[in-house]
């Protein structure tokens, strides 16, 4: 199926007529970058507010975390040469690099992924457990 070192022929079989229908389709190459408030405003709900949601919304740095976490896997994206959120968590990388050695270079970004994950659930539970000393001084 396309390989440039060896000969090729047409495959009637299943595999090679799904590879022939999908061949020219490419993958959605949306980044997290192409988020924005536009278009969170598009699918946002007034209705579903409550009263007093603003307040505790300020309290909480869920945004904050959301961006921090999204400049960092930006970064692990670009170092990487990796185009999709979903390529970089699943390691179902679809085009790799010539420089990219699959079992190193997978082993680091799982790696990366771990631990850029553990660190953002210590932002959660750093602010859980601040949150629950405050409320115990009260």
């Not at 190459?29 to 709900?45: L, P, R």
């Not at 170092?79 to 190193?104: H, N, P, Q, V, W």
Request: glycine letters at 4%; aromatic letters at 12%; hydrophobic letters at 35%.
């Amino acid at each position: 199926m396309e390989k440039q070192d060896k000969t090729c022929y047409e495959s009637q079989h299943i595999v090679g007529n799904l590879y022939r229908e999908v061949n020219g389709i490419a993958p959605s190459t949306t980044t997290i970058k192409s988020f924005a408030k536009e278009v969170a405003m598009q699918f946002y709900d007034t209705d579903m507010e409550v009263n007093g949601f603003k307040e505790v919304a300020m309290q909480f740095d869920g945004f904050k975390y959301r961006t921090e976490y999204d400049n960092k896997l930006g970064n692990l994206m670009d170092y990487y040469g990796i185009k999709t959120e979903a390529e970089m968590l699943s390691r179902c990388i679809m085009e790799m690099a010539k420089s990219f050695d699959k079992k190193r270079d997978l082993e680091a970004i799982s790696f990366s992924v771990r631990s850029l994950r553990k660190e953002a659930r210590a932002w959660f539970n750093k602010k859980k457990n601040d949150s629950d000393s405050s409320h115990k001084d009260v």
